[in-house]
Every structure is written in C-alpha cells, then in structure tokens.
C-alpha cells in the first residue's frame, strides 16, 4: 500500500552501492577491509518498502534475505565496482544514487600474475592511490541526486563535518553521510550543503532519518 508519505518514491529507481571491495595483490590473494554492507542493505531495504524500484550492487559480503524485489548485482573487485557502477549510470535512467560501497582507497603499484610464493622471508607492497569512482558519477549524469559516504575512525563532529563538506564540493554530491566509530560506539550525520542533521547513533536511526530526507529534498 502506498501511503500519502510514500508516494515521493514510488517507481524512483535508486542504484545503493554497498559493501567492501577487493584490489588483487597476485592470483589468488586480495588487499580488502572489514565493511560488511549492513548500512546499504538495509537502506535498499528500506527504500524499496517505500515505492521505490532499487538495484543494489553489492560486494563480497552476506546477504542474507533480501527482498526479491530488489535488484542485486554483486561485485568482488575494485574494477568490478567501477565498470558495473558505469554501465548502470550510462545504460539505465536513475532518479538517486546511494554510493555507500566501502571503496578501496589503496591498490599495489605491482600487481603479481601468479601467487606468490609463500616462503619469502620479506615481501614489499608499493600501494599508490585508486580512482575516487564517486567523483566520476555527476560526469556521467548531472541530474542525478547524489548521496556519498564519508567515515572516518574516532573523528570528532567537527573533523567529519568539515570533510563531509569536502566530499560534498569535490564529487558534487546533494548530500552526505559523515559517520564514525568512537570507541566502538556509532555515530552519524546527514549532511547538506548548508545544514546538519545528528548525532544518529546507530545505523536504523540513520537510514530512517536519511530516507525522510530523501523523501522531502530529492524532488
């Protein structure tokens, strides 16, 4: 049943983007990070709930019973991510993009064809930086409304909040989530071009606040 509030997302097509990735370091091993996807999977979720028509691609993490309704395409590597991200945005139409994928920042400068072998004493990995896929989203579609993921481990609100805005600047974005770990405890702001909103101290509080968001600032 569509609600008087729900009808803003009706038949939108959202494309969330969530989990970790992987860069190869030889043919069988991988540089990755421990993000497990929860925050996506349950935004898709939750916007899906509210009319929405969502894709999802999402990582190498569980996904545990997510609505067949929704649209998922899954991804291992960095480069999987990017070109699957990129064929979407160039072959489909969609109204908002949630890039909260837990991108690799880092990628060795060497990447092995064969596994190495184990028995070296010392092995050196020269990493050098990947491309910011965000940043090539509004290129590609300058209409879109954009929502990017900044964390940043034990930052203070003020920390989050100025590179949050940064983000916001450099990859164009109409919104972002600045979010932390504190020890251990989860913290999270929605942040726009001139206001904030939070603390929101666990990741439901989060996802109902941004997507009442959505709902009042997408359209």
């Keep these: 049943m569509v609600t008087k509030n729900t009808r803003y997302l009706k038949?939108?097509?959202?494309?969330?983007?969530?989990?970790?990735?992987?860069?190869?370091?030889?043919?069988?091993?991988?540089?990755?990070?421990?993000?497990?996807?929860?925050?996506?999977?349950?935004?898709?979720?939750?916007l899906q709930k509210l009319g929405a028509r969502v894709t999802l691609l999402l990582g190498p993490v569980a996904a545990c019973c997510l609505n067949k309704k929704i649209t998922v395409?899954?991804?291992?590597?960095?480069?999987?991510?990017?070109?699957?991200?990129?064929?979407?945005?160039?072959?489909?139409?969609y109204d908002i993009i949630i890039h909260s994928?837990?991108?690799?920042?880092?990628?060795?400068?060497?990447?092995?064809?064969?596994?190495?072998?184990?028995g070296r004493k010392?092995?050196?990995?020269?990493?050098v930086p990947t491309e910011k896929i965000i940043d090539a989203i509004?290129?590609?579609n300058k209409s879109i409304f954009l929502v990017g993921f900044k964390?940043?481990?034990?930052?203070?609100?003020?920390?989050?909040?100025?590179?949050?805005?940064?983000?916001?600047?450099?990859?164009k974005l109409d919104l972002a989530v600045a979010n932390t770990l504190i020890n251990n405890r989860y913290r999270a702001?929605?942040?726009?071009?001139?206001?904030v909103r939070g603390p929101f101290l666990n990741k439901r509080n989060l996802i109902d606040?941004?997507?009442?968001k959505l709902l009042v600032t997408s359209y």
């Design 11 to 46: 038949n939108k097509r959202v494309l969330i983007t969530a989990g970790s990735t992987w860069v190869p370091i030889d043919s069988v091993r991988v540089i990755s990070n421990i993000a497990t996807g929860e925050t996506g999977i349950l935004l898709a979720e939750k």
């Design 73 to 93: 395409v899954r991804f291992k590597f960095f480069g999987e991510l990017k070109n699957s991200l990129i064929r979407e945005l160039k072959t489909k139409r």
């Design 101 to 118: 994928a837990a991108v690799a920042d880092y990628k060795p400068n060497k990447i092995y064809a064969h596994k190495i072998n184990s």
């Design 122 to 127: 010392n092995l050196t990995l020269n990493l």
């Design 138 to 140: 509004k290129k590609i």
């Design 151 to 171: 964390f940043e481990l034990g930052a203070s609100r003020k920390t989050l909040i100025k590179r949050a805005k940064s983000l916001i600047k450099r990859a």
């Design 189 to 195: 702001y929605i942040i726009g071009k001139n206001n």
């Design 209 to 212: 606040n941004l997507s009442k």
